[in-house]
């Protein structure tokens, strides 16, 4: 079974520049994260999925931030126009919604964003 | 204040000494307990998730778990080069999960 996958793994663009990173989930899970590290920070959240629905966005940044999830399959994130501040790792995360569990995060290997 | 703490390290040990890594956190609201691993350019694994005080235990790992003083640990037994990784404490809140810096860890054989 395939894991999380994301895509681009490295993406440097200039400041002022726009950058879309895209995430396909664990097939049949509804819930999808985002996250992002930046360097020698903890990692945040940046907002949750519930298919295609946005349950929590309390995490992004700002409103250069902009996430899709197309029909509750894959989900984007894109950044316009990028800043010096949002170069960091970001991660996307799913997670099958089990009842009385902790509800497993399956990450994928995130993507390396680094603004000039 | 943050609101999870944790020791970046590094930590380096040698191969087959007991490892023990500490996470302290101030919201008593934390409902689950996880600890991830995370190898070089690689997204975080789940190690162990607890729920209450008290221990759990999965072979050579075990988690541990005092909410009366908001103080969790991972223990590593009998470690391995493999186990050398950036090890995650997180905390779930909601749907959120509030993570530590991560603590490097180094097993030389």
């Known amino acids: 079974e395939a894991g999380v996958t994301q895509f681009p793994s490295h993406s440097v663009i200039e400041k002022g520049q726009t950058v879309t990173l895209r995430c396909d989930p664990i097939?049949?899970?509804?819930?999808l994260y985002w996250y992002r590290r930046v360097m020698g920070k903890e990692i945040k959240f940046l907002l949750h999925?519930?298919?295609?629905?946005?349950?929590?966005e309390s995490g992004m940044p700002n409103n250069r931030f902009l996430a899709e999830r197309t029909g509750g399959t894959y989900s984007t994130l894109k950044v316009q126009p990028a800043e010096l501040e949002d170069s960091g790792v970001y991660f996307c995360?799913?997670?099958?919604?089990?009842?009385?569990?902790?509800?497993?995060?399956?990450f994928g290997e995130g993507s390396r964003l680094t603004v000039l | 204040q943050k609101e999870v703490e944790q020791d970046p390290g590094p930590l380096s040990v040698p191969e087959g000494a007991i490892v023990s890594l500490n996470c302290t956190y101030s919201n008593s609201a934390f409902q689950y307990f996880m600890w991830y691993r995370q190898y070089s350019r690689k997204g975080p694994e789940l190690l162990m998730y607890t729920y209450s005080s008290g221990n759990k235990e999965d072979g050579r790992f075990t988690a541990q778990v005092d909410k009366s003083s908001k103080y969790i640990s991972l223990f590593i037994r009998d470690s391995q080069p493999s186990d050398s990784a950036t090890y995650l404490c997180?905390?779930?809140?909601?749907?959120?999960?509030?993570w530590g810096l991560g603590t490097s860890l180094a097993v030389n054989p």
């Open positions: 997180a905390m779930r809140f909601n749907r959120k999960l509030i």
């Open positions: 995360a799913s997670s099958q919604d089990l009842q009385g569990s902790a509800g497993e995060l399956f």
């Open positions: 999925f519930v298919k295609e629905s946005k349950q929590d």
């Open positions: 097939s049949g899970h509804d819930n």
